[in-house]
């Protein structure tokens, strides 16, 4: 049934759609991603089955495709854009990306369509500078000057970059069999000139020829050089111009217009298309040379049709005002899905506008958690690979987490520890369990004077960067530190300084407490006892020492006892670790974070309070403008910026996890509902999804991310998570790990998910004023009536279901357990234990 339906049907979830011409892969069971024999039990995840085909999965190459051969040869499909200017457009896409999605995450079905328009001068960038020369007396007499220097320019650019503008559509559909696919390349404008260049990824060795209407390529496998790979791709019309070349140089030359050497180094072939034109190609992978016939276009055209619409119903999606931000998380992450050259798997590209690998620091333990929404193998492979991982140059020599980062090692606790909720497969924890209590025993390293807190790392005396130790570059916590020679310790060439945390320390707790959740399941309980004997320690001194009781707040402090009264929203970090007093997290909530002086708003949550003399420090604020009240001159940062109130996904992320997890399900709504709108509002406008966001909603530049590097970063997508994890979630704290929490109490209107994979089922949640619905591998297993429900520690056995419900109001729930007789009750307005 397909899950697009689901609202009126509240219908089965994860079935895959019939074979068609050149039948599409389908969903994550697919070929490609097939579990072999020989690796079924040695591995947590379904490994990449060769040869296979998968679109995109290298850095940045958007249109592109990948393909691998047994013995692991490699070969690239690119898809080119030439400019009016003669320059192409390839690889290095993420500037020209235009529209994104939808795609499915193994790859089975992907479109893009790129742009010659690489937005670096936009509307709002015109309006701004217009309104800057509109209203002198707000502004700088220099900016104005700029302003009024810059705006014809910026004019003229916009214009012609709009005259000259070219933009394609490229989708991608594997067939059946996972070693090949087919695709369509659209002109969307007259005179678009496309290539279309089979190549290497990496510039491994292979020869390439051409071949009728075609392309072929020979290549050595890079891990069995007696396994040969061959690839061809045919294509519906022949091209304008082909030929083969000595280098991507000589590619690049003469597709351009000049001149470049021949040679079987890259193939590429030219089109020339009106709008509306396409050319259609067909490819294929093996171990011998291939033959793939001329494609006959509409047979591609229907095979992508049936790819498109199986992504919906076989993959994560949704509906309503937060539900349907399934549908953006899903296409972000399939796109920012890459391949791990090295270990031959995948994970998920964390930013930079690249990024260039797997990164280990904190920001990629985010996306871990956010993969697993989307797809099981690649959230289990991207943090696998983590665990992996050597310890980059000139640190500590760990494996696993980013030792520079002090709290990479505790994200990427929690991120193995949720995989486990999620899924229930011990391999991961088995693998990283040693590293994280290496990373967890060198910390004390950072206990300057020995108490059992932590002190900030030294970063150095520059204005920016004194809270990398968290990834908090330049939030003002840090600007006053000062610097204690270490003694001793792992090797780190890092000092000590003399701050007190309260962020470090709520991570440092956080680690303690997975760590003992990791060793009860390991059976290892004289380390659970260690570590729960820790976090009880931290909890301890953190509330005796940490928490200004003039304020309500917990703060950082500094070693002669002064306080560091900067409120930034590591004041609630506590709730996240569990180291808050109820009586402490309810004045932290209700005095503070829904004080709209200090955090709450339409946009939340500002890096620093809203009230704090740092507040959008960075730079002039201009409260007269309504749409550019940070804006100063183009092409500079603003007020805003770098930790200094611009909203920061990982600080939301944490924040909305502290809230939900003190059970306070009203507030938790509302502040998913407010993170989700903020990246829906980008996704809408943009289609992009932003490191970060402006702190007051209606921003014409800041809030669109318009700094061209932090368009596709992935930590994102914990924006959206939040609402999804509202609606649909495991439970990481307290109680069986292997319990459910689904329902919400203030998500507005009615909304929905699918195709979310909990503990080896397939799940789907229905959520509104009067109803809630729980279906699991296509039977209701679940339904509230009556009032909006918010159900924690859902546990469904043989003999029926345990949950605590959370009601706005009176309610009839039931309970449809497989084999047995539904069993219902009524429930009043608020908190109620069930068994069933």
């Not at 319990?739 to 195709?755: D, E, I, K, R």
Request: one cysteine or more.
């Amino acid at each position: 049934m397909p899950r697009r339906h689901f609202l009126r049907t509240v219908g089965a979830a994860g079935l895959a759609g019939p074979a068609v011409a050149f039948a599409a892969g389908q969903g994550s069971a697919d070929a490609s991603q097939a579990t072999t024999a020989e690796h079924s039990n040695a591995l947590p995840y379904p490994t990449l089955k060769r040869p296979f085909a998968m679109p995109g999965v290298k850095d940045q190459d958007w249109t592109g495709a990948l393909f691998v051969g047994d013995g692991e040869a490699r070969f690239a499909l690119r898809v080119g854009l030439l400019t009016a200017q003669g320059k192409i457009i390839r690889e290095k896409m993420t500037n020209y990306l235009w529209r994104i999605g939808p795609m499915a995450p193994d790859g089975a079905y992907r479109q893009v369509r790129v742009s010659t328009d690489d937005r670096t001068v936009m509307p709002a960038h015109l309006d701004a500078l217009r309104e800057v020369i509109t209203h002198p007396d707000q502004w700088a007499a220099d900016a104005v000057a700029d302003a009024t220097t810059k705006l014809p320019q910026l004019k003229e650019k916009y214009e012609r970059t709009q005259r000259e503008r070219r933009e394609i559509r490229v989708r991608h559909a594997r067939t059946e069999g996972g070693d090949g696919l087919v695709g369509t390349v659209t002109a969307l404008d007259d005179d678009t000139t496309v290539i279309i260049e089979l190549g290497t990824p990496w510039g491994e060795e292979a020869t390439f020829a051409l071949d009728g209407q075609g392309m072929t390529g020979t290549a050595p496998g890079l891990l069995d050089a007696g396994r040969t790979g061959h690839i061809r791709v045919s294509l519906t019309e022949p091209a304008d111009d082909a030929g083969c070349y000595a280098s991507v140089a000589d590619m690049t030359a003469a597709v351009t217009g000049g001149s470049g050497g021949s040679g079987t180094a890259v193939a590429a072939l030219t089109y020339r298309l009106g709008k509306g034109e396409s050319v259609t190609f067909a490819a294929r992978i093996g171990d011998r040379p291939q033959k793939v016939a001329t494609p006959k276009a509409h047979e591609v055209e229907r095979t992508l049709a049936a790819a498109e619409a199986r992504v919906c119903d076989t993959n994560l999606t949704g509906s309503g005002p937060v539900g349907r931000a399934a549908d953006a998380v899903r296409d972000a992450l399939s796109l920012n899905t890459n391949y791990d050259r090295v270990h031959q798997r995948n994970f998920v590209l964390w930013g930079w506008g690249g990024g260039g690998g797997l990164f280990t620091g904190w920001d990629s333990a985010f996306d871990a958690v956010d993969a697993a929404l989307v797809s099981r193998p690649l959230a289990l492979q991207h943090e696998t690979g983590v665990f992996d991982a050597a310890a980059p140059p000139n640190q500590v020599p760990l494996t696993g987490p980013r030792y520079d980062q002090q709290n990479a090692g505790p994200m990427h606790a929690y991120a193995v520890w949720r995989l486990y909720t999620k899924f229930g497969d011990r391999t991961v924890l088995e693998k990283a369990y040693p590293a994280l209590v290496t990373f967890h025993d060198l910390l004390p390293e950072w206990d300057t004077d020995g108490d059992g807190l932590l002190e900030t790392p030294y970063f150095g005396d520059r204005i920016g960067g004194r809270g990398n130790h968290l990834g908090l570059d330049d939030s003002p916590v840090y600007a006053d530190y000062h610097r204690i020679a270490k003694q001793g310790g792992s090797g780190d060439t890092r000092d000590n300084t003399d701050l007190t945390d309260v962020a470090l320390n709520s991570y440092y707790a956080l680690l303690a407490e997975t760590l003992a959740k990791m060793a009860r399941v390991l059976s290892r309980h004289a380390d659970a006892a260690r570590f729960t004997k820790q976090h009880s320690t931290i909890r301890r001194l953190v509330n005796d020492r940490l928490w200004h009781a003039e304020k309500g707040l917990y703060l950082s402090r500094y070693l002669d006892g002064t306080w560091n009264e900067v409120v930034t929203p590591t004041v609630f970090y506590p709730l996240f670790a569990g180291l808050a007093t109820e009586e402490r997290a309810r004045t932290l909530i209700e005095d503070h974070l829904l004080n709209p002086d200090e955090f709450w708003g339409e946009y939340v949550i500002p890096s620093v309070a809203r009230n704090d003399p740092t507040y959008c420090s960075d730079g002039p604020v201009h409260p007269g403008s309504e749409h550019f009240r940070f804006f100063d001159r183009y092409g500079e940062g603003t007020a805003p910026e770098q930790w200094k109130g611009a909203v920061w996904p990982p600080m939301n992320f944490t924040v909305y996890d502290g809230v939900k997890r003190y059970g306070f399900d009203d507030v938790a709504g509302q502040f998913a509902a407010r993170s989700t709108a903020m990246y829906l509002d980008t996704w809408d406008k943009e289609n992009w999804f932003p490191e970060s966001f402006d702190p007051v909603p209606g921003q014409s530049v800041m809030d669109a991310a318009v700094d061209t590097a932090w368009r596709t970063y992935s930590w994102s997508n914990a924006m959206a998570v939040q609402g999804l994890h509202e609606l649909l979630s495991d439970n990481p704290w307290d109680g069986d790990p292997d319990s459910l929490m689904f329902g919400s109490l203030t998500l507005p209107g009615t909304n929905t998910v699918a195709g979310v994979e909990l503990r080896g089922h397939t799940y789907a949640v229905s959520a509104g004023p009067t109803r809630t619905t729980l279906v699991r591998d296509g039977r209701t297993l679940f339904r509230a009536t009556g009032a909006r429900v918010a159900v924690r520690n859902f546990v469904m056995t043989a003999k029926g279901a345990t949950f605590d419900v959370n009601a706005d109001g009176p309610a009839r729930v039931d309970v449809f357990a497989p084999g047995r007789p539904s069993r219902g009750c009524h429930v009043s307005a608020g908190r109620s234990h069930v068994r069933l």
